[in-house]
T-cell receptor
Framework: GENVEQHPSTLSVQEGDSAVIKCTYS??????FPWYKQELGKRPQLIID?????GEKKDQRIAVTLNKTAKHFSLHITETQPEDSAVYFC?????????FGTGTRLKVLA | EPEVTQTPSHQVTQMGQEVILRCVPI?????FYWYRQILGQKVEFLVS????????KSEIFDDQFSVERPDGSNFTLKIRSTKLEDSAMYFC???????????FGPGTRLLVL
């Protein structure tokens, strides 16, 4: 069935370093890939998204890359700050629903 | 900026009881969704709803679940006879067009005892 794998499950980085989170999807019909940040007990908040007709998208310190052939997409956060600490979820969508990855708990150490 | 709202924020119920979770999507949105997140796990799709009917549902969304848009603003999820394993955070989401960004509500934390 449809599945999205996400790695790593936890990631600790020093403040100012970069963080990279990777996802792989199984459904070749997926064409929209959002990334959500979820702080403890809060709703998922969209931070960036990419569509299948684009290979890369950047928004200040956050960037996402997509390799459709390999069915991989990645989130890159540069110059990490303590407030970036949260759980990050990738998702893939081809129809109505989102299929979410299992989440990455990012901890930025001051 | 408009947001999706959900009530109640927390609900505690006894196993076998019916619960109704309520959502008010963003006003000009047309597609509505329910997801759930068991504590510490990923967000899972339950159902999508468009034009007053279910457009897609997951295996989780069995006969115990139903959705309704009873008026022009509310979107509800009903669980007819709750089970212990229904304990989770339930998120409503909405979007203006299919395959656009889904905006999530703050969630209802359901605890079934």
């Amino acid at each position: 069935g449809e599945n999205v794998e996400q790695h790593p499950s936890t990631l600790s980085v020093q403040e100012g370093d970069s963080a990279v989170i990777k996802c792989t999807y199984s459904d070749s019909a997926s064409n929209y890939f959002p990334w959500y940040k979820q702080e403890l007990g809060k709703r998922p908040q969209l931070i960036i998204d990419i569509r299948s007709n684009v290979g890369e998208k950047k928004d200040q310190r956050i960037a996402v890359t997509l390799n459709k052939t390999a069915k991989h997409f990645s989130l890159h956060i540069t110059e990490t700050q303590p407030e970036d600490s949260a759980v990050y979820f990738c998702a893939a969508s081809g129809t109505y629903k989102y299929i979410f990855g299992t989440g990455t708990r990012l901890k930025v150490l001051a | 900026e408009p947001e999706v709202t959900q009530t109640p924020s927390h609900q505690v119920t006894q196993m076998g009881q019916e619960v109704i979770l309520r959502c008010v999507p963003i006003s000009n949105h047309l597609y509505f969704y329910w997801y759930r997140q068991i504590l510490g796990q990923k967000v899972e799709f339950l159902v999508s709803f468009y034009n007053n009917e279910i457009s897609e549902k997951s295996e989780i969304f069995d006969d115990q679940f139903s959705v309704e848009r009873p008026d022009g603003s509310n979107f509800t999820l009903k669980i007819r006879s709750t089970k212990l394993e229904d304990s989770a955070m339930y998120f409503c989401a909405s979007t203006k067009n299919r395959q656009e960004t889904q905006y999530f509500g703050p969630g209802t934390r359901l605890l079934v005892l």
